[in-house]
Structure formats: structure tokens, C-alpha cells
Nanobody, 124 residues
Framework: VQLQASGGGWVPPGGSLRLSCAAS????????IGWFRQAPGQEREFVTA??????FGKESLKGRFTISKDNAKNTVYLQMNRLEPEDTAVYYC????????????????????WGRGTQVTVSS
């Protein structure tokens, strides 16, 4: 499966963005999909994931970041609200097995396919 993330850009603090992750080659329904982010000089960090109808998120981001999917469009979304400068990073989507348990969904090494990232910059 090939993944393409899009929707990044510049936004002032408190703003919102919706990122999209479009898949080609195979339907999303056959995978767990995760969003990760990487800020300069930092390791890649788990943001959220969706496995069938269940969602999993980084505790500190719950309430601001929401993952959803549209099977008809073969697209997964990341809605980001009340953005903070600390959210500045390159955001990546990834696909992994439907057998991944909750702890594994948070591990970037468990994902088999990655898309190119999209830059999100939060600043005034």
C-alpha cells in the first residue's frame, strides 16, 4: 500500500488543521493506521492510531487531536485543534497489521508502510 499525507502548513497558536492520509494499492480496511510526528532533533513520536473502528491516542493529545477514516475515500484524517507551538513537526501516516495490540500501535517500528510526511508549523 502507498500512503500520501497532506494538509500541513502554517497555523497560528490556537488554530486548527486537518491532515489527510490517502492510500492507494490496497484498501485501508486491511490495515491499522497510525499518525506519528517528528520535531527537529527529536525522535518520532506516536500521535494516534485507528484499528478497524477503535482509536488509540497519546494521552497528552486527547481532546485536541482526533483520528477518523473514510473507507469510501480510502483516506484517514487527523483533525488537530487548539494547536500549540510544541505541535510543530513533520507528521507521518503509517500502515500496519490489524493484529497490532494497543501497545504495539504506539511503536513506529511495528508499521510496515510509511508515507512522506507533511510539515505542520505552529507559530505567531
Amino acid at each position: 500500500v502507498q500512503l500520501q499525507a497532506s494538509g500541513g502548513g502554517w497555523v497560528p497558536p490556537g488554530g486548527s488543521l486537518r491532515l489527510s492520509c490517502a492510500a492507494s494499492g490496497r484498501a485501508f480496511s486491511g490495515y491499522s493506521i497510525g499518525w506519528f510526528r517528528q520535531a527537529p532533533g527529536q525522535e518520532r513520536e506516536f500521535v494516534t492510531a485507528i484499528r478497524r473502528g477503535s482509536t488509540f491516542g497519546k494521552e497528552s493529545l486527547k481532546g485536541r487531536f482526533t483520528i477518523s477514516k473514510d473507507n469510501a475515500k480510502n483516506t484517514v484524517y487527523l483533525q488537530m485543534n487548539r494547536l500549540e507551538p510544541e505541535d510543530t513537526a513533520v507528521y507521518y501516516c503509517a500502515a500496519g497489521s490489524l493484529t497490532l495490540i494497543a501497545s504495539s500501535l504506539r511503536d513506529a517500528d511495528q508499521y510496515n508502510y510509511w508515507g512522506r510526511g507533511t510539515q505542520v508549523t505552529v507559530s505567531s
